[in-house]
């Protein structure tokens, strides 16, 4: 099993432009989620997905938007990207089965916007 | 809400010292407690949890109890190696049945020197 896989590793953007992160596992859980990571901020919650076809904001949401089509994967798109957006963006999955909630996480994407 | 504190670092030591990173918690209920660790350039890696009151994780030498009287889930090993050297997260989970995303500290940076 790859687990939590994600896309791009690293990518830098000018001001204004749009991408879409990727993040596919192969465990077959129904939860994903979508983080962030700033120095001194630790991991902030920015979307997560209960179910395919199901989105819910979380704790810093503004500016991105998810998309969750099919089980294994959840995209998380930038429309117009902002330096505010520069960070180290992380997906985990969990099990829904597993009261305790354990995540597991990909190895993250560094974003860098000028 | 629910939050989690955790003390900051960065914490230096040297090899074979002894280490303890503090955390303590918010939470309504009975929440489940989690460590996880990033190597550098690494996501996030499950160390050790504990699901209820007195339960103690272990892993890798590492050690935590969770003490609901203190709400507290301090990290401890005995004897730290170079090797230890990562950001260290404690999280929490406030919600039986997963589908209530992980609060984070803000992390805890450890460089074990030889």
């Known amino acids: 099993n790859a687990g939590v896989t994600q896309t791009p590793k690293f990518r830098v953007l000018k001001t204004g432009q749009s991408m879409t992160l990727l993040c596919a596992q192969d465990m077959n859980h129904e939860y994903m989620y979508w983080y962030r990571q700033d120095p001194g901020m630790g991991l902030r919650l920015i979307h997560y997905s209960v179910g395919e076809g199901t989105t819910a904001k979380g704790e810093v949401p503004d500016g991105y938007n998810v998309s969750r089509l099919k089980k294994q994967n959840f995209l998380l798109g930038l429309e117009s990207a902002a330096p505010s957006q520069t960070s180290v963006y992380f997906c985990?999955?969990?099990?829904?089965?597993?009261?305790?909630?354990?995540?597991?996480f990909g190895p993250g994407t560094r974003l860098t916007v000028l | 809400g629910n939050s989690v504190t955790q003390m900051e670092g960065p914490v230096t030591l040297s090899e074979e010292a002894f280490l303890t990173i503090n955390c303590t918690y918010t939470?309504?209920?009975?929440?489940?407690l989690f460590w996880y660790v990033q190597y550098p350039g690494e996501g996030l890696q499950l160390l050790l949890k504990a699901t209820k009151a007195d339960d103690k994780g272990s892993n890798k030498g590492f050690e935590a109890t969770y003490r609901k009287e203190t709400t507290s889930f301090h990290l401890e090993k005995g004897s730290v190696q170079v090797s230890d050297s990562a950001v260290y997260f404690c999280?929490?989970?406030?919600?039986?049945?997963?589908?209530?995303?992980?609060?984070f500290g803000k992390g805890t940076r450890l460089s074990v020197i030889a």
């Open positions: 985990a999955s969990s099990d829904r089965a597993d009261s305790y909630n354990e995540q597991f």
């Open positions: 999280a929490l989970s406030a919600s039986w049945g997963g589908n209530t995303p992980l609060v």
């Open positions: 939470a309504t209920g009975y929440p489940s």
